[in-house]
């Protein structure tokens, strides 16, 4: 924590940890801190109202024609045992600025003009408008970051590769890898700490995680969604505190009411951020998620934004012995809403390597199912996994990798070469490419069909041009139209296999008259 990456370098008043988030395609949420957070046996909430949230922003540098207010909260991490210690944070602002143009450079200061406490000058470059042929020029993806030197090389390389927005995938500081009095982390909590009453978490870690991203995320839109490491309890069950409070996202935006998923518009790419730790279900009293994430996909235009790339924490497709099939209930949940729409790509994190799908519906090669991605090699405390679940000894039993939030649904293959089995013996035919080293991935999309994916090793940072990984993703809206139903499995099989019939008979039908009109010309 005195590492000057994230020391605190300005006094109480003025704003630090300063972040922006995508509002709307005209708009843009900035965050930032001030005040001092407190740890200790007993600690006492800072007055949200006593400082002002304001952002002056404008075209020009020096020059700022707008001024808008906004948000101020605090929020507590309390432990109701003995040594253990609570904190409350400072005081974190959210304000949407708005009237935004697109493509075009902003200058921002933000804090309270009154004592006076501004920051100092910010710039930020608008995104494009939802259009077919308009895209961000670069996109980041990174997820399992944490604070490590890992953790730095990671952004250092990501900082080169000049992108215009960031998607973070979830498990940002790994402040539950430490104990509430501070200290040395450890790659695994529960190994280390046994008799601990509960999962503990320096919060500071996270004062100490925006410091560190600042450079980076006051200048780059950064989006965000929970993983596993966010969910934090504390007394009363509270949940997912730090999370919920120093972030803003466009759920409302979106029509969601739950900052664990929402969407978004960059250019022609619609953003689905979906939440893996709260219900996922598609019936039943909590269906809230499953129901606004139809509602959104059905309101997509593809016109308008022909690429669609969905982003959630867990993998669904996944050959490391880590994490192996831990979600699989909300892949039976949810797989076929988003195959059934065409979703393109899908980006996750949770397993601390890299891994790339071939194109995947329901375990089977499928040319219409989306290319699913995994990076949660950012470069965490908790190292990275090196064992795949098909090399002998490595594949889990059916008891490992047991989700902290969801149900169970572990099962063996019904088809293809691992019929039978829980694991492969091979690497699986939809796993096209696996490494286990630290990195982040750069989505550039170049028009509404092709889109170019690399993946950056961090030991290739001072390479040039030498991703550890690289492809073109092609769409094919010609052949993968969204299906006419909503059917199961099996009906849409027979739905496909009679479309199939029926193109058949056609062409039969044709041939024959065709075959008729040429009798008859012979007979004239």
């Known amino acids: 924590m005195d590492d000057?990456?994230?020391?605190?370098?300005?006094?109480?008043?003025?704003?630090?940890q300063i972040a922006l988030a995508l509002s709307t395609p005209t708009s843009m949420w900035v965050s930032w801190v001030t005040g001092d957070a407190q740890i200790g046996p007993n600690v006492t909430a800072l007055d949200p109202t006593s400082v002002a949230s304001e952002v002056w922003y404008g075209k020009e540098s020096g020059k700022y024609s707008s001024k808008k207010r906004g948000n101020a909260t605090v929020y507590s991490q309390l432990y109701p045992f003995e040594g253990l210690f609570n904190y409350t944070s400072a005081i974190i602002h959210h304000v949407r600025i708005d009237g935004l143009e697109p493509e075009t450079k902003y200058y921002y200061r933000c804090g309270d003009s009154s004592l006076p406490a501004m920051s100092e000058e910010h710039v930020f470059e608008t995104l494009p408008l939802p259009a077919q042929n308009s895209?961000?020029?670069?996109?980041?993806?990174?997820?399992?970051?944490?604070?490590?030197?890992?953790?730095?090389?990671?952004?250092?390389?990501?900082s080169k590769n000049d992108p215009s927005l960031i998607l973070m995938v979830g498990d940002l500081t790994y402040a539950n890898q430490y104990l509430t009095t501070g200290g040395k982390g450890v790659p695994c909590f529960s190994c280390a700490f046994p008799d601990a009453p509960i999962r503990e978490?320096?919060?500071?870690?996270?004062?100490g995680w925006g410091r560190f991203m600042e450079p980076l995320v006051s200048r780059v839109p950064m989006m965000v969604i929970e993983g596993n490491h966010e969910i934090e309890p504390q007394a009363a069950g509270i949940t997912f505190k730090s999370y919920l409070t120093r972030f803003a996202v466009p759920a409302k935006e979106s029509g969601s009411n739950s900052n664990f998923y929402y969407s978004f518009d960059a250019g022609g790419v619609h953003f689905i951020m979906l939440g893996a730790y709260v219900d996922y279900n598609s019936t039943g009293e909590n269906g809230a998620q499953y129901a606004w994430l139809k509602e959104d996909l059905r309101k997509v235009d593809r016109t308008v934004t022909p690429w669609l790339v969905a982003a959630w924490h867990p993998p669904w497709y996944n050959s490391y012995s880590s994490h192996y099939q831990e979600f699989e209930c909300m892949r039976q949940e949810m797989e076929q809403l988003l195959y059934h729409y065409g979703v393109d790509i899908v980006f996750s994190g949770h397993v601390h390597a890299y891994e790339r799908m071939n194109r995947v519906y329901n375990y089977t090669l499928d040319a219409c199912g989306p290319i699913y991605i995994t990076v949660?090699?950012?470069?965490?405390?908790?190292?990275?996994?090196v064992d795949h679940a098909d090399e002998p000894g490595k594949c889990p039993s059916q008891g490992d990798n047991m989700p902290e939030i969801g149900g169970v649904c572990h099962l063996n293959f019904s088809s293809g070469p691992a019929k039978?089995?829980?694991c492969w013996d091979r690497q699986p035919e939809w796993s096209a490419y696996r490494e286990s080293s630290f990195g982040h991935g750069i989505l550039e999309v170049l028009n509404p069909t092709y889109a170019l994916w690399s993946w950056h090793r961090n030991q290739d940072t001072n390479k040039e041009d030498s991703p550890g990984d690289q492809i073109y993703i092609v769409r094919q809206p010609d052949i993968c139209s969204p299906s006419t139903s909503l059917k199961g499995n099996n009906e849409s099989e027979q739905v496909k296999g009679a479309a199939v019939s029926a193109k058949c008979l056609c062409v039969l039908l044709l041939f024959m008259v065709a075959f008729v009109i040429y009798q008859l010309l012979l007979c004239d």
Do not use: C
């Not at 961000?136 to 990671?154: F, W």
């Not at 949660?376 to 996994?385: H, L, Q, S, T």
């Open 201 to 207: 978490t320096y919060q500071p870690r996270w004062d």
């Open 420 to 422: 039978g089995n829980f």
């Open 376 to 385: 949660g090699d950012g470069g965490n405390i908790e190292k990275v996994d």
């Open 135 to 158: 895209y961000p020029r670069r996109i980041a993806v990174i997820g399992d970051l944490g604070l490590t030197r890992n953790s730095s090389t990671t952004i250092d390389h990501l």
């Open 4 to 16: 000057p990456r994230l020391k605190k370098n300005v006094t109480s008043p003025f704003p630090e």
